[in-house]
């Protein structure tokens, strides 16, 4: 990162040649990154990557310790798709007939909008639809495909509920509730 990338994304931190978890080769890169994201405040992003066998870990951690909470979301517009998400690692994510994004090992945090989220569903639907043989399974995966994209396109609501029990999570917009956990 240049002076410039981080005066304006924030300072970011980078570790390589770390010994692996899971390769044992010295290829991890490690990354720390500061950010400051508006009506939330300051959240740092970390990140392991390995070079050699692919490993991949992300997850981010607010500044302030923040209480346990639910975010409520709905989708009714294009414009909504904009809505920032903080999501971490510790936190399950729902959209409610589509699916939902575990908390757990395998879990990572990231910042995205909703059009962000939404997508990683879709891909991970045409994923799954791919391997699937049985067709019932199909169809339903097809059928879930053409929500997401009705919703992407403003054409269909859709609600997104956001749970963390570190509360280093949030949806960022005036429509967002935010209840207690």
Known sequence: MTEKDNAEYGRCDVLSGQECPFCRK?????????????FFG???????????????????????????CKWTFE????????ARI???????????????IEPGPDAEGYVTNVEGILTRFKQQ???L???????GAK?????????????????EPVKIILEDKTGNSAIISDKAQKTKL
Not at 26 to 38: F, N, Q, S
Not at 44 to 68: G, I, Q, V
Not at 139 to 155: D, E, P, S
Request: charged share 40%.
């Open 129 to 135: 639809k791919e391997s699937e043989e049985d067709e």
């Open 139 to 155: 169809k339903k995966a097809k059928n879930m495909l053409k929500k997401i994209q009705r919703v992407l396109w403003g054409q």
């Open 42 to 68: 300051k959240v740092f992003l970390f990140s392991m990557t390995c070079d050699s066998c692919k490993y991949r870990k992300a997850d981010l951690e607010a500044e302030k310790p923040s209480e346990p």
């Open 26 to 38: 010295k290829t991890l890169t490690l990354a720390e990154k500061e950010m400051e994201i508006p």
């Open 86 to 100: 903080v999501k971490s690692a510790d936190a399950l994510l729902k959209i409610p007939h589509v699916g939902s």
């Open 125 to 127: 639907i045409e994923s």
């Open 75 to 82: 989708v009714a517009t294009k414009e909504d798709l904009n």
